[in-house]
C-alpha cells in the first residue's frame, strides 16, 4: 500500500518537472535526446518556445535556456532540417508570456 502512495505522489510531482528546460545543442542527430524542427507559422507548432538569458529564467514550459556545456543539459537538442523528421516542432515567440504547450500531448517528450 506504501508503494501506492509513493507512486502517487511522483505522478503528482511530474508536472513541477516540466517547467523551463536546459538545453544543449549537439553536432550530430545520434547525440540528441530531442529532435527538434523550427516552424514557421505557430499554428505548426507543438511548443511555443522562448529563449531566455539567464538559467534562472527558465522556469516555466516553453522557456528555454541554452547551457555552454552538455553536463548542464536537461536535453541535449539536435535541430533538424525536415519537418518531418522532429520528435517536436517549436515555434519562437517574441515574448516571455507567449511561451507553452500548444500540444499537450507532447509534454513527455521532456520530462
Do not use: N
Not at 535526446?33 to 531566455?52: H, W
Not at 555552454?68 to 519537418?83: H, L, P, R
Amino acid at each position: 500500500m506504501r508503494t501506492i502512495y509513493i507512486l502517487l505522489a511522483a505522478l503528482i510531482a511530474l508536472p513541477v518537472s516540466l517547467a523551463g528546460q536546459k538545453v544543449y545543442r549537439v553536432e550530430y542527430e545520434s547525440q540528441a535526446d530531442l529532435k527538434v524542427f523550427v516552424v514557421e507559422y505557430e499554428s505548426q507548432c507543438d511548443l511555443k518556445v522562448f529563449f531566455v538569458d539567464y538559467e534562472s529564467k527558465a522556469k516555466e514550459d516553453g522557456l528555454w535556456f541554452f547551457v555552454e556545456y552538455e553536463s548542464q543539459a536537461d536535453k541535449k537538442i539536435y535541430f533538424v532540417e525536415y519537418e518531418s523528421q522532429a520528435d517536436l516542432k517549436v515555434y519562437k515567440v517574441k515574448y516571455e508570456s507567449q511561451a507553452g504547450w500548444k500540444k499537450q500531448e507532447k509534454q513527455h517528450l521532456l520530462l
